[in-house]
């Protein structure tokens, strides 16, 4: 052996014999001292209780690892152990990792839902209505999965036709992601009204392409609203929580975006025949009220109907009393008849033109203070006719109060506070609200 070495052949002869002494080897520690510099290396120390050594994982490596290396993290790390001549230290560069007594996917899922949930993808703010009929549906699967026949035997049953818009994608396995992404991305570009993102059962590693950030991220900035349907009941996925819609299973998810064609149409039955029901009884209400209307504002024609009627029999007992008048006339005649033979014809003459102007005269004003009280009954009839019609008393300012029921307000006992009422004037109507209640006294008024 060499007696004096330079550094650089002493530090070039420990790291061959540390690389070829050792090999590839695991080491467990706890990291402390991480660094992540701008080249997308990571540097960090591996301690237990007594020692530490320094670690290297390059930038593909880092990036192949499926959880976030920290401070304070047990882990398991493989590498190689060699010696960095520069500082005359010896490091492990790892081409692998995992969390000690926790699975590497496992991790990565809990701190990829932490950090998502910290960016608000899961707030239930930005989740959209899925709707309740769609006319097309998306689904993002594995065209020959079971999971698109479970999905295409139940819409077909519940709603044979609706239309389904299969955008196939691997849906397990490295390139499944972006083929997920890229099918989303595809589905915005058709008429589609709901996306179904959805795979059959498995194992953790076979569903994990659902817990990607970058599938997590396509289904938060779609337009349209997302179902996921991954997996088994207990499964659960990034893709669950930043999904408008978690479905248990493809099959739940078929059942919860379409209705059951049948229950629609009994649906419908019975709301149709609650309308039918609905418009009788409103009927019956209308007319029932427009009765009560009725018989509150009754046609003032046929109270003028009455009137002429009743001017008629006046106008039949005038006729009549003329015809007694002149009955009564007549006998004042005869013994002036009497005189006519006893008399000269001149005289008679002159006598008989004396009593016949005489009589004319009396006849003449007897008739027409007659006629004139009878014009004078007439327009006090009309009069009266005329102020009893319910229009003229509206003309007057005056209102006619009814409750909902179409009942006349005719007390103010019939009356709350708060009632509706509605008001009809000579010009139409408007409703109104009870504020307060006055009720009139013989010795003042006494407020409700």
Known sequence: ?????????????????????????????????????????????????????????????????????????????????????????????????????????????????????????????????????????????????????????????????????????????????????????????????????????????????????????????????????????????????????????PSAAAELVVPDRKDLIERIRRLQSRLSNARSVSLREFRKRLGVVAEGLRDPRGRISDRRIGLDDWNVRLSGGIRRVLEMREHFFLPANRMLRRLTPTTMIGELRHRSGRITKELDVQTRMYVNNLKDMLHRDISLLDSLSPLSVLKRGFGIVRLPDGTIVRDVAALSIDDSVDVKVSSGNFTARVTRIVQEKKNGREKI
């Not at 991305?185 to 008429?191: A, E, G, K, R, V």
Request: aromatic residues 8%.
């Open 1 to 249: 052996m060499k007696d004096v070495f330079t550094v650089t052949e002493l530090t070039g002869a420990i790291k061959n014999h540390l690389e070829s002494g050792f090999g590839i080897i695991w080491v467990t520690g706890e990291i402390s001292n991480l660094r992540r510099p701008a080249s997308g290396h990571v540097y960090f120390t591996l301690k237990d209780e007594d020692s530490q050594i320094r670690v290297v994982a390059f930038r593909n490596t880092a990036g192949r690892i499926g959880f976030d290396l920290e401070d304070g993290l047990q882990i398991a790390c493989r590498g190689k152990l060699t010696v960095y001549a520069a500082r005359g230290e010896y490091q492990i560069i790892i081409d692998a990792a995992e969390p000690k007594g926790f699975g590497a996917l496992q991790m990565a899922f809990e701190q990829l839902k932490k950090r998502l949930g910290k960016e608000g993808l899961f707030d239930a703010s930005h989740k959209k209505g899925i709707p309740f009929l769609p006319g097309k549906i998306g689904v993002v699967t594995s065209p020959s999965g079971a999971a698109v026949r479970d999905i295409l035997n139940i819409t077909g049953r519940r709603f044979p036709s609706i239309d389904i818009t299969i955008a196939p994608a691997a849906v397990q396995g490295t390139e499944a992601p972006m083929e997920i992404c890229d099918a989303i991305s595809d589905l915005h570009s058709t008429d589609v009204d709901v996306i179904i993102v959805t795979r059959g059962g498995g194992s953790l590693e076979d569903l994990f392409c659902f817990n990607d950030e970058r599938v997590a991220r396509a289904i938060h900035s779609s337009r349209i609203p997302v179902i996921s349907a991954v997996g088994h009941e207990i499964d659960f996925t990034i893709a669950d929580f930043v999904a408008d819609l978690r479905a248990p299973t």
